[in-house]
């Protein structure tokens, strides 16, 4: 009988404990466009523009100027990560990620080189850096495209 009344006082106690209101956000998050530096390139060092190379592994490396490379999910000024563009026409939009498929091919690591296994035919290869969450800078660092014959 004793435990029952200690019970109900512990319960009574803590309905009668204040609780404070759940914090709400009154000030919405947005993303800002992450910014380039002034002068910036990227670039495709390796195969170069014109060049044929035999079917199989193509290296490719990739070139980047005035900005530095840095991992998706991490969010330094004047940085980003390479994607890698394959035979695509036109440009993906540059106010949202780069999409991520077999033609848009994310370094989202870091990398500054891949090897493709290229079957023959003409490819032609463009890179744009993408900010921390995969969106182009403003203004945009995107590379001469490259074209190559494969044998």
Request: glycine share 8%; with cysteine.
């Amino acid at each position: 009988m004793k435990w029952n009344w200690i019970i109900a006082l512990l319960i009574f106690a803590a309905c009668q404990a204040e609780v404070e209101p759940p914090v709400e956000s009154t000030q919405a998050e947005e993303y800002m466009p992450s910014t380039s530096a002034e002068g910036a390139a990227a670039y495709i060092i390796t195969p170069e523009d014109g060049s044929i190379v035999q079917s199989g592994a193509v290296t490719v490396r990739f070139g980047l100027s005035g900005m530095g490379v840095a991992p998706a999910g991490v969010n330094f000024d004047n940085s980003g990560h390479h994607h890698l563009l394959i035979n695509v026409e036109e440009l993906p939009p540059m106010d949202m990620p780069v999409p991520a498929d077999s033609a848009h091919i994310h370094f989202g690591l870091g990398q500054t080189e891949t090897t493709l296994d290229l079957s023959s035919g003409t490819y032609t290869l463009q890179l744009v850096l993408g900010d921390f969450a995969h969106i182009p800078h403003d203004p945009p660092v995107v590379s001469e495209p490259v074209t190559i014959t494969v044998e």
